[in-house]
């Protein structure tokens, strides 16, 4: 039988990426962030923590856009920050641009900023991502020297960028934590950061961009670092479960840690909730800016009164205990 040209191609592609993905999901299994020795004894603690969605797929009213992005804005006392920037869709006026406005979101408020990691969703669009910077939108100028924290090399004309290597404290109580690697099969690897709140007589409030590392490893990295136990787990998780039919295709191909023919499971979604129920936590708050509505049941069923799902101009506020 004679073996045409382009299905030669065809497996030398897929001989290629399958290499990568072992490569790499190697490198991220041995990898070990710095800093990890020490805890940040002095972080402190927080009366209160307020997060706000300014973009989310989900809205609380319909003037607000939607949108398969995130960006929270996080004030912590005397301390405001922006987590991410949204995948910054449309023509004109963005989502961000439109839900800052009608929620009364000024960046010129902001005392710094944080990007979770390199995807396109979580920096502004695909533009920012292939040129390693980061967006609000088309009129949202940054701040000049507007501190920004990133978990891999980025830059921007105007922000006093930052790579995150080890454990940085923001704030009293607030800090952002070394990068944690995963392989993903189609988009390689990717380097995720999470922001970590401790509220006194509470514990930890841990905030995730789209959690493409697993949970696991994001909950025990807060544990050792902060030596606190974990309050609260909020934001991304990437459990587009049954994706089929949905909006969220994309994500459960493109996202996928797994082989392609192995896609992100009821399974790969219980394991999650049960390294988070094993913490048991007084609030748990996911975006369905990546898991799909089985997720989200999943979730309800699993944590009931201490679930919901987030929502652009929801505010979610934990106060001491």
């Not at 934590?177 to 995720?192: K, S």
Request: glycine share 10%; aromatic share 4%.
């Amino acid at each position: 039988m004679r073996v045409g040209p382009g299905t030669t191609a065809t497996a030398a592609l897929a001989a290629a990426l399958a290499g990568r993905y072992v490569v790499g999901r190697n490198a991220a299994s041995r990898h070990r962030t710095t800093g990890l020795e020490r805890t940040l004894g002095h972080l402190g603690a927080v009366d209160s923590v307020t997060i706000m969605p300014v973009v989310e797929r989900l809205t609380r009213d319909p003037g607000l856009r939607g949108e398969a992005g995130v960006s929270y804005l996080l004030r912590a006392d005397g301390l405001t920050l922006l987590f991410d920037c949204g995948l910054g869709m449309g023509r004109g006026e963005t989502p961000f641009e439109t839900n800052a406005r009608a929620l009364g979101v000024h960046v010129e408020d902001l005392d710094c900023l944080v990007v979770s990691h390199l995807h396109l969703d979580h920096v502004g669009g695909a533009r920012s991502q292939l040129r390693h910077t980061f967006s609000l939108g088309r009129e949202q100028p940054l701040p000049a020297s507007l501190p920004a924290f990133v978990p891999t090399d980025m830059e921007h004309p105007r922000a006093d960028v930052c790579v995150v290597e080890e454990a940085r404290v923001l704030g009293t109580g607030v800090a952002v934590l070394p990068p944690l690697r995963r392989m993903l099969f189609w988009l390689g690897p990717v380097a995720e950061q999470a922001l970590v709140v401790n509220v006194r007589n509470r514990g930890l409030v841990v905030l995730t961009g789209c959690g493409h590392p697993e949970i696991e490893k994001t909950l025990a990295e807060a544990e050792q670092i902060v030596d606190a136990p974990v309050y609260a787990v909020i934001g991304g998780l990437h459990l587009p479960v049954h994706a089929a039919g949905t909006p969220l295709m994309p994500q459960a191909i493109l996202g996928s840690p797994n082989w392609p023919w192995r896609p992100i499971s009821e399974g790969d979604a219980r394991a999650v909730i049960a390294s988070i129920r094993a913490r048991g936590p007084g609030l748990v708050a996911l975006s369905a800016h990546d898991s799909t509505p089985w997720t989200l049941a999943a979730f309800d069923e699993a944590f009931g009164a201490a679930h919901q799902a987030l929502r652009v101009g929801e505010e979610i506020t934990i106060r001491a205990g």
